[in-house]
Nanobody
């Protein structure tokens, strides 16, 4: 069982930066693929980024490639999403998610979810 607590959201101007964090509980954190998804009002939840358990491989949505970086610190059981050059359209609730080993951009492959953290980008 894994419990996730995401944090770090807030209000930022377009062009600004934010760093989201997701702290995990439970053992064998380094066996879990971690990901970030987001959901804007009226929209489906969409994939943002994923990282393998050892951090060697990452995957990004085209809309954030080159602006967002996903990383993890397995000693602290934490995954991060560094967001730069933020745009109005990045406004959403951001969720971290985990699964045991499947490196995927599909939300249905993820078994554990954080509670979400709101990111609002003002134009």
């Amino acid at each position: 069982q894994v419990q996730l607590a995401d944090s770090g959201g807030g209000l930022v101007q377009a062009g600004g930066s934010l760093r989201l964090s997701c702290a995990a509980s439970g053992r064998t954190f380094n066996s879990y693929t971690m990901a970030w998804f987001r959901q804007a009002p009226g929209n489906e939840r969409e994939f943002v980024a994923a990282i393998t358990g050892n951090g060697a491989n990452t995957l990004y949505a085209d809309s954030v490639k080159g602006r967002f970086i996903i990383s993890r610190d397995n000693t602290k059981k934490t995954v991060f999403l560094q967001m730069t050059s933020l745009k109005f359209e990045d406004t959403a609730v951001y969720y971290c998610a985990a699964n045991f080993g499947t490196f995927s951009r599909t939300q249905y492959d993820y078994d554990y979810w954080g509670q979400g953290t709101q990111v609002t980008v003002s134009s």
